[in-house]
């Protein structure tokens, strides 16, 4: 089984939108990797944000298009400061869900995923991205990046 990160697509600013949610590239960019992602018949059984409505956003973008069989709901623990440690102990790896976030926190938790520290940056989010990781063994620091879909080759 494996989980999907995903980076709230890009939003607009604090003086557009005080609650900052996505913009029409935004927007663009989420339905664009949300069809790729379709195409390639990836399975995801729920969609989880942290709630800002940026995140919420993207993750309704993304339920359009991978129409998982659960509802898109609400997960504490992702927010962009919250601590990946914990997140990474309550992880459930046997569900295939959708984590639409924001960084540092995203990077932060596939560097700890991957290494066992959240200080070595293995691998830079794009707004509106996926990172695909699967867990090999057991424990907490088992994981692998298996593929990445993001908006841009730059």
């Avoid at 057991?138 to 298996?146: A, E, F, R």
């Amino acid at each position: 089984m494996s989980i999907y990160l995903v980076q709230h697509g890009k939003s607009l600013s604090k003086d557009q939108d005080p609650q900052k949610g996505i913009s029409d590239q935004g927007k663009e960019d989420s339905i664009r990797i949300a069809q790729v992602a379709k195409m390639y018949k990836i399975n995801v059984s729920r969609i989880l944000h942290s709630g800002k409505k940026r995140a919420e956003q993207t993750a309704m973008i993304f339920h359009e298009y991978l129409e998982p069989e659960k509802a898109i709901g609400k997960q504490d623990g992702i927010a962009p400061m919250d601590d990946v440690k914990i997140f990474a102990q309550n992880l459930k790896t046997k569900s295939d869900i959708m984590y639409v976030g924001h960084l540092p926190f995203m990077e932060k938790l596939v560097s700890y995923l991957a290494t066992g520290s959240e200080e070595y940056i293995v691998f830079k989010f794009q707004n509106s991205g996926i990172v695909c990781m699967e867990q090999h063994t057991g424990d907490i620091t088992g994981w692998n990046i298996k593929w990445a879909l993001m908006p841009r080759i730059d």
